[in-house]
């Protein structure tokens, strides 16, 4: 398993946490499986009101997609298929609140997970940053969820610089990214007790509520969606020379701000 998913009937709490620490919680095909598999799981747990998502270890939330996964595409300019594209709570229909908590890096398809949660809480050392463009990939679905979570700029510039720069927990915090950053090590015991909060209110309020500030943003995100595919498809480099750019980059050399 690749995922740990507990939950507290006594606080109503569940956590999900993705654990492959020795690959930065980078998700491959069998996580993708698991995260679909946990969400559409939790929403027949009545005894769960209240859902944390975090990453195993120190220095990863998640670094999205694990690059050593074999995902096969049509051969069509029509057809493309993510595998990222339903790994997030509200892809699977599940309208109970999920806060992340997020330690060490947060990138790429981590996007995903975090642009589906309702807020997120962050160590100081969490660090956000986008490296598509670096590789010659378009940054699409992660920018279009972004976009809706942080002002366009701040998304925009995140989107473009890529590798080089990581947007720190205190500048994720000011521009509204990050709810609340915490002390060393806290990020987690901070969402938990959150959750428990929310989750002591009556579930029918709570969970209408979810949905009602999730439908503020989904004709946005749905009209956005729609394009992503064609963008990625015009937009990225072949397979072999995105494989050579990852192959030849170097440690260090970015900025936090």
């Known amino acids: 398993m690749s995922l ?3 939950a507290d009937k006594d606080t109503g709490v569940a956590v999900v946490t993705l654990d492959r620490p020795d690959r930065l919680n980078a998700i491959d095909l069998t996580m993708r499986d698991e995260l679909v598999s946990a969400w559409r799981e939790l929403r027949f747990d009545d005894a769960v009101r209240a859902v944390v998502v975090t990453g195993a270890g120190e220095r ?7 690059r050593d996964a074999v995902v096969p595409q049509p051969n069509s300019p029509y057809m493309m298929d993510d595998p990222l594209l339903r790994v997030g709570p509200k892809s699977n229909d599940l309208w109970k609140p999920v806060v992340a908590a997020v330690r060490g890096m947060a990138c790429g398809g981590a996007f995903y997970l975090l642009g589906e949660t309702d807020f997120v ?5 969490a660090t956000f940053f986008d490296p ?3 590789y010659g990939m378009v940054s699409a679905y992660e920018s279009m969820l972004m976009a809706l979570r942080m002002p366009y700029g701040e998304a925009a510039r995140m989107a473009l610089m890529g590798n080089a720069e990581r947007l720190s927990a205190r ?3 000011e521009i509204g990214l990050v709810s609340e950053v915490t002390e060393p090590g806290g990020a987690l015991d901070a969402a938990v007790d959150c959750a428990a909060v929310i989750a002591g209110y009556p ?3 709570v969970q209408g509520t979810v949905r009602a500030l999730w439908a503020a943003r989904e004709a946005a995100l749905a009209q956005a969606f729609a394009q992503a595919p064609h963008l990625i498809s015009l937009g990225n480099l072949p397979a072999e020379r995105q494989a050579e750019l990852f192959a030849a980059r170097r440690a260090g050399g970015h900025r936090v701000r």
């Open 121 to 125: 809480v962050a160590d100081p050392t």
């Open 203 to 205: 579930t029918e309020g």
């Open 171 to 173: 500048r994720a915090h």
């Open 4 to 6: 740990d998913l507990t």
């Open 132 to 134: 598509h463009t670096g």
């Open 60 to 66: 990863a939330f998640c670094t999205g997609l694990d």
